[in-house]
């Protein structure tokens, strides 16, 4: 923590604000530091001008050429048909690009020569100045959030997904208890990093409410940074449980312990809970190795490689030598090949990062901001 941060204490308000903060960048330029989009976004908005530049400069091409039916080397009804719809996507790209435009050209900044700061607030004139010296703090919280995310297959057409998302909000305390939202983020390292920097700025405390969680995605990579990968997926830790609640655990997880020796059993998902297609032919093999001691227990977990993999390469390789080695189905073999076991590979952590999840000591997770909506979604 910075000079600046401060222990949050209970009691304030720490409500979400539902507000558009997506220029969460602090860039410092002398007295001023400016909000800016995240680098992603601005690059996105960057090759969207690119696009619509090299759009309109076909249009004017084409009427200079007199040009004005593409796609010419098709029937005339699918070449007419081809023209109108390229016209319309870069006409709706173009009006889009505005709109962004208009959206990220309005300047946000905090101006500490003159004491002054202007953040885009909807219920306000946002050409008003506010002053600095009216900030009492800044206020960094974070919830979780559940959504809908539609999306399209070719098989099942068009279904949704679940999916809980996670959120953290940089906001201003005035000293008459009004809160401001300056900036929402996705990545809590992010808005910490951001908020203190505008922390130091302003020589305002910043209140950091979310040290001591951590949200759905920070404890999967920080999982996926436990298990190591070379040819085979490794990972060793500490637990203050005790080997029967570790094997208790795992039972209750659909997972079947197979005892090797005292402290080695051979771990796999259950198949009629494993409906993926690896679990059906090739189910994920995991071998766990307990150590018991005085603290607790010492955890390592092996996947078991699948000399199967070999046995198809090794049948690649014969017909690769039996027809021809620049026969192109020689290539989509191997690709095929691959592609089955970087397939493979990923159900194969899925496997154990399910395990690890089980047994590893978690920080307190983020608020959900609405849990009752798994519940209402059931019953409509």
């Known amino acids: 923590m ?30 001023m530091m400016y909000l800016k989009p995240s680098n992603w976004l601005y690059g996105a908005v960057w090759i969207l001008r ?16 007199l040009n004005f039916i593409l796609f010419d080397e098709l029937w005339l009804f699918f070449s007419i048909l081809w023209t109108l719809v390229y016209y319309f996507i870069g006409i709706l790209f173009s009006l889009y690009s505005l709109i962004l435009t208009a959206k990220y050209k309005a300047k946000e ?69 009004e809160r401001k939202l300056v900036a929402n983020f996705v990545k809590r390292s992010n808005a910490i990093r951001q908020s203190r ?3 130091k700025f302003i020589n305002k405390p910043l209140l950091n409410y979310t040290d001591h969680l951590e949200s759905n995605d920070e404890a999967e990579s920080k999982i996926g940074k436990m298990i190591s990968s070379r040819h085979i997926l490794h990972s060793t830790f500490k637990t203050k449980m005790c ?34 297609f690896y679990g059906k032919h090739l189910p994920a093999k995991i071998k766990l190795t307990l150590e018991e001691f005085q603290e607790g227990t010492s955890i390592s977990l092996k996947s078991i490689f699948r ?3 070999l046995v198809y390469l090794g049948i690649t390789l014969l017909i690769s030598y039996i027809l021809d080695w620049d026969n192109p189905y020689i290539h989509v073999l191997f ?27 978690e920080k307190e997770k983020l608020p959900i901001l609405n849990p009752e909506y798994l519940h209402k979604k059931d019953k409509v």
């Open 2 to 31: 910075t000079l600046n941060d401060q222990p949050a204490q209970l009691g304030p308000d720490i409500t979400p604000i539902e507000k558009d903060g997506s220029k969460n960048r602090m860039v410092k330029k002398g007295h």
């Open 50 to 65: 690119v696009m619509i530049i090299a759009f309109w400069g076909s249009v004017i091409y084409n009427i200079y050429t």
């Open 109 to 177: 900044y905090f101006d500490n020569k003159n004491g002054v700061y202007k953040i885009y607030q909807p219920e306000e004139d946002t050409d008003l100045n506010n002053e600095i010296s009216d900030i009492s703090s800044l206020q960094l919280i974070g919830y979780q959030k559940y959504h809908t995310e539609r999306y399209y297959s070719k098989n099942s057409g068009s279904t949704s997904a679940v999916v809980l998302t996670a959120i953290f909000q940089l906001i201003i305390i005035t000293s008459k208890g």
């Open 197 to 199: 920097r505008l922390s």
């Open 243 to 276: 080997k029967k609640d570790i094997l208790e655990e795992i039972e209750a997880a659909d997972f079947s312990a197979k005892s090797l020796s005292k402290n080695t059993y051979i771990l796999q998902k259950k198949q009629h809970y494993d409906t993926n």
């Open 307 to 309: 000399y199967e993999f």
């Open 335 to 361: 690709i095929f090949l691959g592609i089955g076991w970087y397939f493979y590979r990923m159900y194969e952590k899925t496997n154990m990062a399910a395990i690890v999840e089980l047994l590893v000591e």
